[in-house]
C-alpha cells in the first residue's frame, strides 16, 4: 500500500516529539536516534554553555542555537524528508497510528520526561528568583542555572551562594551566602560581620539601617536558638538584634546562611544553621532576567553568579 508522506505533517510530529517526523517518513533508525538523544544532548550542551560562561553574547547565541536545532532543524529535516518520499511512499509496517501512539508515550513521555527528572535530580537545574533577599547579586526576575554534579558542586563554600533546603519547610530550597563554615565563630555588631575575630568585606552585602524593635517576634526566635550557641556572653543578657548578635560557634555538621539584602532577608539569624547535608547545588549563571516593568534586562543575561 502506498500513501503520500507530508512535509508538514513530519513537521508537527517533530514538534510534538523528536524522531516522530523522522519515523513518519521512514526513517525509523535517525527517529529512535534523534528521539532517545536530542533532550540530554542538548541539555548537556546547554550546561557546557554554562559552565564556560563565555562573553554574554556568545552565551545568548549559543543557547539560540541549541533551541533552534530541536524546535526548528529538527522539524525542517524531518519535512525534507517527508517530502523526499513522494506520492508514492510504501507503507511499513511502523507506519501505523498505535505504532506513532507507542513512540510518543515511551519516548515522548516516559524516556525524556525520565531523562529531565534525572537530569534536574542530579545535574542541574532552572530556577526564577522570586524575592528581594538575594539584591543586589540575584534581582526579582533572575532565572539562574545551579549545578549539582559532581558531589563536591553540592557543598558550600565559604562566602558562595549555595542552594539547600529549607530546614523549616519541607519542600522549599532556598538560596543564600554560606558566611560561615563548621568551627567558625560569627558574629554581627552594627551591620558588619565577623567571621573568627576579623570583620569581612562583603561587597556583595546591601543593608537599609531600619530601626529594629527589641520586641519583635523574630528577635525572640533569634535568641530561642542562639543562646544554646553563644561563647564569652552571659545568655541572660543576651538581647540579639538582627544587626547585632553572636558570637555564635558553626557546629560540625553545620553551616550559616544570609542573604545578600540583609534587612530584607529571612535566613539563619532567625532559623539556625543549616545541616551541611541539606546543601543541594550551587549557584552558577544567570540566563534570563525580566523584570515586568522594564521588559527583559539584557545586561544580566550570561552574568556568572559569584
Same mark, same amino acid.
Given at each position: 500500500?502506498?500513501?503520500?508522506?507530508?512535509?508538514?505533517?513530519?513537521?508537527?510530529?517533530?514538534?510534538?516529539?523528536?524522531?516522530?517526523?523522522?519515523?513518519?517518513?521512514?526513517?525509523?533508525? #535517525?527517529? /529512535? =536516534? *534523534?528521539?532517545? @538523544? !536530542?533532550?540530554?544532548?542538548?541539555?548537556? &550542551? +546547554?550546561?557546557?554553555?554554562?559552565? $564556560?560562561?563565555?562573553?554574554?553574547?556568545?552565551?545568548?547565541?549559543?543557547?539560540?542555537?541549541?533551541?533552534?536545532?530541536?524546535?526548528?532543524?529538527?522539524?525542517?529535516?524531518?519535512?525534507?524528508?517527508?517530502?523526499?518520499?513522494?506520492?508514492?511512499?510504501?507503507?511499513?509496517?511502523?507506519?501505523?497510528?498505535?505504532?506513532?501512539? #507507542?513512540? /510518543? =508515550? *515511551?519516548?515522548? @513521555? !516516559?524516556?525524556?520526561?525520565?531523562?529531565? &527528572? +534525572?537530569?534536574?535530580?542530579?545535574? $542541574?537545574?532552572?530556577?526564577?528568583?522570586?524575592?528581594?533577599?538575594?539584591?543586589?547579586?540575584?534581582?526579582?526576575?533572575?532565572?539562574?542555572?545551579?549545578?549539582?554534579?559532581?558531589?563536591?558542586?553540592?557543598?558550600?563554600?565559604?562566602?558562595?551562594?549555595?542552594?539547600?533546603?529549607?530546614?523549616?519547610?519541607?519542600?522549599?530550597?532556598?538560596?543564600?551566602?554560606?558566611?560561615? @563554615?563548621?568551627?567558625?565563630?560569627?558574629?554581627?555588631?552594627?551591620?558588619?560581620?565577623?567571621?573568627?575575630?576579623?570583620?569581612?568585606?562583603?561587597?556583595?552585602?546591601?543593608?537599609?539601617?531600619?530601626?529594629?524593635?527589641?520586641?519583635?517576634?523574630?528577635?525572640?526566635?533569634?535568641?530561642?536558638?542562639?543562646?544554646?550557641?553563644?561563647?564569652?556572653?552571659?545568655?541572660?543578657?543576651?538581647?540579639?538584634?538582627?544587626?547585632?548578635?553572636?558570637?555564635?560557634?558553626?557546629?560540625?555538621?553545620?553551616?550559616?546562611?544570609?542573604?545578600?539584602?540583609?534587612?530584607?532577608?529571612?535566613?539563619?539569624?532567625?532559623?539556625?544553621?543549616?545541616?551541611?547535608?541539606?546543601?543541594?547545588?550551587?549557584?552558577?549563571?544567570?540566563?534570563?532576567?525580566?523584570?515586568?516593568?522594564?521588559?527583559?534586562?539584557?545586561?544580566?543575561?550570561?552574568?556568572?553568579?559569584?
Amino acid at each position: 500500500m502506498t500513501a503520500k508522506r507530508h512535509g508538514w505533517a513530519a513537521a508537527l510530529l517533530s514538534l510534538l516529539t523528536p524522531g516522530l517526523g523522522h519515523l513518519y517518513a521512514g526513517r525509523v533508525r #535517525a527517529a /529512535f =536516534v *534523534l528521539g532517545i @538523544l !536530542v533532550t540530554p544532548f542538548a541539555a548537556f &550542551l +546547554f550546561l557546557l554553555d554554562v559552565l $564556560a560562561a563565555p562573553p554574554p553574547a556568545l552565551f545568548v547565541l549559543f543557547g539560540v542555537a541549541i533551541l533552534l536545532t530541536v524546535v526548528v532543524g529538527i522539524p525542517i529535516h524531518a519535512a525534507l524528508l517527508a517530502r523526499r518520499t513522494g506520492s508514492a511512499y510504501q507503507l511499513r509496517t511502523f507506519n501505523r497510528s498505535y505504532i506513532y501512539i #507507542a513512540f /510518543f =508515550v *515511551l519516548v515522548g @513521555l !516516559v524516556w525524556q520526561r525520565g531523562s529531565y &527528572l +534525572f537530569w534536574k535530580a542530579y545535574v $542541574a537545574e532552572a530556577f526564577r528568583i522570586p524575592s528581594t533577599a538575594g539584591e543586589p547579586t540575584l534581582l526579582v526576575g533572575d532565572y539562574i542555572y545551579v549545578v549539582k554534579f559532581p558531589a563536591s558542586a553540592r557543598r558550600p563554600w565559604l562566602d558562595s551562594l549555595v542552594v539547600f533546603r529549607s530546614p523549616e519547610q519541607s519542600g522549599l530550597r532556598v538560596i543564600k551566602r554560606a558566611v560561615a @563554615l563548621p568551627g567558625d565563630t560569627l558574629s554581627m555588631r552594627n551591620g558588619l560581620l565577623y567571621r573568627n575575630g576579623r570583620q569581612l568585606s562583603e561587597p556583595h552585602a546591601r543593608r537599609h539601617d531600619l530601626p529594629i524593635r527589641s520586641d519583635d517576634q523574630y528577635v525572640s526566635q533569634m535568641r530561642a536558638w542562639q543562646v544554646a550557641h553563644l561563647v564569652g556572653i552571659d545568655p541572660a543578657r543576651y538581647v540579639p538584634t538582627t544587626r547585632d548578635w553572636g558570637p555564635l560557634v558553626v557546629p560540625p555538621d553545620s553551616f550559616f546562611a544570609l542573604g545578600d539584602n540583609r534587612d530584607e532577608s529571612y535566613d539563619s539569624r532567625f532559623y539556625g544553621f543549616v545541616p551541611l547535608a541539606n546543601a543541594s547545588a550551587r549557584p552558577r549563571l544567570i540566563y534570563f532576567s525580566y523584570d515586568s516593568s522594564s521588559g527583559v534586562r539584557w545586561e544580566r543575561v550570561g552574568q556568572r553568579i559569584r
